[in-house]
T-cell receptor
């Protein structure tokens, strides 16, 4: 297992609500990326944070936002939840942001979000 | 959109047999990685191959990369029941910056 932890493990929310997911990166890692994995699909990149700044974003609307803290832990916030937001949310940490080539990513166990 | 596509989508074999999974991608890459996922949990990194490498080994795993065909294969030799999982290839396209782009995965089932 990696040293990346995520909380909570499972979450059930109602459409229109807001949710915050949390991730603690592996010791020594200053970069955190978030991915959304719908059932039966591969993970899709949401965004990356490096040294508390957003450092790349995938094709997700602005209601998906994030934060990275001085200890390099991170939050993913999703506003105005929609049914299609139901998915496994994965965070991954790495020692570098990966310009010129991404190295091994250390994934957490994920948060399963269900929107009803 | 997804950069990589794994083939086959599902694979069932007996313990001791070899399992081969293929991955195709669309754009130029820096690196290609393979990950394993058990029962909808977190992904575990298996192996990374750089764009200037053609083959790499790690234990029972062998990965090949053909950048001219934009394809890669993962071979698991002497499969075990514990290898049952979903396997994903992931690329970091040279134009995509900091994102890993995953395919839809191959679901491997190894029966004893």
């Amino acid at each position: 297992e990696t040293g990346v932890t995520q909380s909570p493990t499972h979450l059930i929310k109602t459409r229109g609500q807001q949710v915050t997911l949390r991730c603690s990166s592996q010791s020594g890692h200053n970069t955190v990326s978030w991915y959304q994995q719908a059932l039966g699909q591969g993970p899709q990149f949401i965004f990356q944070y490096y040294r508390e700044e957003e450092n790349g974003r995938g094709n997700f609307p602005p209601r998906f936002s994030g934060l990275q803290f001085p200890n390099y832990s991170s939050e993913l916030n999703v506003n105005a939840l929609e049914l299609d937001d139901s998915a496994l949310y994965l965070c991954a940490s790495s020692p570098t942001p990966g310009q010129g080539g991404l190295d091994e990513q250390y994934f957490g166990p994920g948060t399963r979000l269900t929107v009803t | 959109s997804q950069q990589g596509e794994e083939d086959p989508q599902a694979l069932s074999i007996q313990e001791g047999e070899n399992a081969t999974m293929n991955c195709s991608y669309k754009t130029s890459i820096n690196n290609l990685q393979w990950y394993r996922q058990n029962s909808g949990r977190g992904l575990v990194h298996l192996i990374l191959i750089r764009s200037n490498e053609r083959e790499k080994h790690s234990g029972r795993l062998r990965v090949t990369l053909d950048t001219s065909k934009k394809s890669s294969s993962l071979l698991i030799t002497a499969s075990r029941a514990a290898d049952t999982a979903s396997y994903f290839c992931a690329t970091d396209a040279t134009q995509a910056g900091t994102a890993l782009i995953f395919g839809k995965g191959t679901t491997l089932s190894v029966s004893s």
